[in-house]
């Protein structure tokens, strides 16, 4: 069962990747359910960009475990969705009182 992304990380992650758009060839929705590397077509170093930009905004993440696991799923499941990658900044985002 895929839990429902919190909206507002949700809406953040969104705006930056509609920020990115125009560097990419993908024009189409972008929705939770949507892959970065099946439906919007991205390369590795657009990932490292974004993944960047969320944690500007979020604090450091631990995008190696990330990776890792997405890496342990067979080859055929080694996509991620919007939806997984905001659940993931949701889970271990570093509140701002964190950073202070």
Known sequence: MTRKADPEVLAAILDLINDMADDWEYSGPVTEE???????????LDLVILGTMIQQRYGQLPFAEFLAEIGQRPVEERDVTVGELVNYVSDHRQTVAARE
């Open 34 to 44: 949507t892959l970065f590397l099946t439906d919007m077509g991205l390369e590795s």
